[in-house]
């Protein structure tokens, strides 16, 4: 008697035992798009239930012999602090270049850097020394 006693308070305490809760929770994806075409071109869009949203076109290119791609897009998303952030970028041969609100930016080039490069850039161009040593 004692032993199915402890054995059902066994079976009390595992089943009474509390799951842990999931770190994430399921989103539902209410709205999705992709389509590749033919020619390389291809766009992609999506929306998930909370609404975070990403879209982006783009198209495969060739630059100096090399294939790759060249795309431009946005997408949506709530942070942590509960504001919506929105960020739109290309990204290409010259690379990745993002731009929204609340990105950092470069300071301002100072007056007299400008004033040098405008000054440089009125120059002719110099002849190369194709000297050998």
Known sequence: MT??????????IVNGQTRPTPKFKDIPIIAHENVLEVDGKF?????????????Q?????????????ASQ????????DGKTYSVSYTADENGYRPSAEHLPTPPPVPAPIARAL?????????????RKF
Do not use: C, H, W
Request: aromatic share 10%; glycine share 12%.
């Open 3 to 12: 032993k199915v006693l402890i054995l059902l308070a066994m079976i009390l």
């Open 43 to 55: 766009r992609y869009s999506y929306e998930g239930g909370d609404g975070t949203r990403a879209a």
């Open 57 to 69: 076109d783009g198209q495969q290119i060739f630059v100096n012999n090399q294939a790759g791609t």
């Open 73 to 80: 897009g946005q997408y949506t998303y709530q942070g942590d």
């Open 118 to 130: 405008a000054y440089l850039a009125t120059l002719p161009p110099q002849k190369e020394n194709k």
